[in-house]
């Protein structure tokens, strides 16, 4: 609203309130009136916001409200011709004229608010869309220059990896040349240290061979001189065995002569002992091998080995004669009177236990004798009274099993099936050898200061004079085992070098 409609304004207000005033012919009135229509008119047309902001047709609006509220009021109080409620109607309705004057200003103000915020936006929202465009074209522009420098750095990466590989390449190129001429010249020293190696191994080898002659010579000579120098030990040994064979069998029957004589001599009397005299070492006791004796010494293995010994068996008929004179010997009653006289004090307990050890065995030897020939003689009866029939059947079958070639009679050919057809077929295993003898050593001869001789001289031949005590032989001497053990065993050793030795020299014929 311009100055001049505001004067305008004013100025009707002035002259309705002077209508107002003189239709009601009061001053007070007209006063309060004109005070109320200025203050009215001041709150809405001065106000320095809402000044010059609208249009001029505005206060044209104003005026006519004014000019029909004034009339409304006039005529309402003309009607009534109430003063005091008139007045009070008046003032209601300035207050609700006034209320709807102030909501029509505030919503006019809102919406000339409303417009300057949607002409203000306008111009912002141009202003922000033509600085977006502005920075649209240039944000472009900068992607599209960046685009080109990097399609630039791409084909400088490009340019320079393509130069890197041709410069690999190259690089390669010249490092299989330089690796084909290492090889070939590693090709051309191999070749000639293969050359020289060759040259080399062909000289050892000559003198391998050279050397494999004259070791092969050596060692044929040495064979040849140890074969004839285990061959001259062999007959050596040999001999020195038979020696000692001999010995030991003469020294056994030496043995075996001085205990006869001794116990003939006790038993007849003629002897020179006196009494109390005799010890327990030099009574003649039936065992063998070098005293002086003791009563351990009285086991059932030497006892049984003096008496059934084959060599002490073949000079008397039979071992029943011999069990017999032993236990006439060694009868209780007999030795008491004839031998016991001759023990020393000292020595009479061990003597009578020593003499009860060997009747007892002695006993135990004459029963099992008398068992052994009572089953022959059972068996004999037996074989007598089998009848004429059991006879014939047995000869029967004895003539079938010679009559058959594939039945062999005796432990050495058993029958054995050969798999193929059912048939049997005797083997060809050799007979089983006995076992093998036991070594014994060459004896060694010691005689006493009585004999005359010294330790280690040959084995003589005791005088008939000598006491039963005189003579003292090592118990290996008197052994009933052959002393051919050792010997066999080398001779077997020697001969299955020599099958070696014959095989290699054949083997290395065929190949020269």
């Not at 390449?169 to 010249?174: G, I, K, S, Y």
């Not at 069998?249 to 002569?257: L, P």
Request: aromatic content about 4%; some cysteine; hydrophobic content about 30%.
């Amino acid at each position: 609203m311009s100055r001049s409609d505001a004067d305008k304004v004013r100025l009707q207000y002035n002259r309705l309130a002077k209508q107002k005033s003189r239709k009601l012919g009061e001053a007070q009135s007209s006063a309060f009136w004109k005070a109320q229509i200025s203050q009215n008119f001041e709150s809405r047309t001065c106000n320095p916001n809402t000044l010059g902001k609208s249009e001029g047709s505005d206060s044209q609006d104003i005026l006519v409200d004014i000019e029909d509220q004034v009339s409304m009021t006039t005529d309402a109080e003309y009607v009534s011709q109430d003063w005091p409620k008139g007045e009070r109607r008046c003032q209601a309705t300035l207050s609700s004229e006034e209320e709807s004057i102030e909501e029509e200003g505030v919503r006019r103000q809102a919406k000339f608010r409303r417009e300057a915020n949607l002409r203000q936006e306008d111009e912002l929202r141009r202003e922000v869309g033509l600085e977006q465009e502005a920075e649209l074209r240039q944000e472009a522009e900068y992607r599209y220059q960046a685009e080109l420098r990097q399609e630039a750095e791409h084909r400088r990466e490009a340019e320079l990896r393509q130069e890197a590989e041709h410069r690999r390449d190259a690089e390669l190129r010249q490092e299989a040349e330089h690796r084909r001429e290492a090889e070939l010249r590693h090709e051309d020293q191999l070749k000639r240290e293969e050359e020289a190696a060759q040259v080399k191994v062909e000289k050892a080898w000559k003198k391998q061979q050279e050397r494999i002659a004259k070791g092969q010579e050596r060692r044929r000579t040495k064979q040849e001189n140890a074969k004839q120098q285990r061959k001259e030990q062999q007959e050596a040994r040999s001999k020195r065995i038979e020696e000692a064979k001999m010995s030991a069998i003469e020294n056994r029957q030496v043995h075996f002569n001085r205990y006869d004589k001794s116990w003939n001599e006790l038993r007849s009397g003629n002897h020179l002992l006196c009494k109390g005299s005799l010890s327990f070492s030099q009574i003649p006791w039936p065992i063998l091998g070098a005293g002086p004796f003791r009563l351990l010494d009285l086991t059932e293995e030497k006892i049984n080995q003096f008496i059934t010994h084959k060599e002490r068996v073949g000079s008397v008929p039979d071992l029943t004669t011999i069990l017999r004179t032993e236990l006439l010997r060694w009868h209780s009653d007999k030795f008491s009177i004839a031998v016991l006289p001759l023990v020393m004090a000292r020595d009479a307990e061990v003597v009578k236990e020593g003499l009860h050890l060997v009747v007892v065995e002695l006993t135990a030897m004459k029963m099992k004798l008398r068992n052994k020939m009572g089953r022959r003689l059972m068996t004999s009866v037996t074989t007598t009274m089998m009848t004429e029939e059991e006879g014939a059947e047995i000869e029967k079958q004895k003539q079938m099993n010679s009559n058959n070639p594939k039945v062999l009679s005796g432990p050495s050919t058993p029958v054995v099936s050969d798999g193929k057809d059912g048939t049997s077929s005797p083997t060809t295993r050799k007979p089983s050898t006995p076992p093998a003898v036991p070594t014994v050593p060459i004896p060694d001869v010691h005689h006493n200061a009585a004999s005359g001789t010294a330790s280690g001289a040959p084995p003589t031949t005791a005088t008939s004079d000598a006491s039963p005590t005189s003579l003292h032989i090592v118990p290996h001497a008197y052994g009933a085992s052959s002393p051919t053990g050792t010997s066999g065993t080398a001779v077997a050793a020697d001969k299955e070098r020599e099958k070696q030795e014959v095989a290699c020299r054949k083997a290395e014929q065929r190949e020269s």
